[in-house]
């Protein structure tokens, strides 16, 4: 695994990923480029990112479709790839971030089970663990908030 670098980030794209938290600034704020989103920042603000990291697209609209496992009508997906750029195409892989389950977009980018065949493929895919370890750790934050839950 590649170890992390330092890289600048603009103001939109820390409220973007860290929404709330309020970020430790440089003094001196030369002109760079945002490692997210490519515009140019003097922001003063940097983030350690690992060489490899995935990133995640914007929000993109799709057919609705329930979850296979629990129901819950799904209507959005987020390309998750080195460039956060693309789209879902039939055959890709998604997650449900209700109760974690992995489909598949069919034909028509509706939701379906995976084959035993496709199931083998996805064991593995760095996307899908990211997107696992990612929803992990929100539901681990949800839960401290509403131990009820």
């Known amino acids: 695994m590649a170890s992390p670098k330092t890289v600048a980030i603009c103001d ?7 929404h709330g938290r309020v970020p430790y600034r440089v003094r001196s704020r030369p002109e760079e480029t945002c490692d997210f989103c490519k515009q140019t920042t003097h922001s003063g603000i940097y983030v350690r990112r690992k060489k490899d990291a995935l990133r995640m697209g914007e929000a993109l609209r799709m057919p609705e479709s329930p979850c296979t496992s629990c129901g819950k009508i799904l209507d959005a997906a987020n390309n998750i790839s080195e460039d956060g750029t693309g789209k879902p195409d ?3 892989a998604t997650v449900c971030l209700m109760c974690g389950h992995i ?3 069919d034909d028509n980018l509706r939701l379906r089970d995976p084959t035993a065949a496709e199931q083998e493929n996805f ?20 839960t401290n908030e ?3 839950r």
């Open 90 to 92: 039939p055959g890709d």
């Open 103 to 105: 489909m598949v977009f």
């Open 146 to 148: 509403n131990p009820d």
């Open 123 to 142: 064991a593995g895919d760095k996307r899908l663990l990211t997107i696992q370890e990612a929803r992990g750790r929100v539901m681990k934050d949800k």
């Open 12 to 18: 939109s794209c820390w409220d973007k990923y860290w």
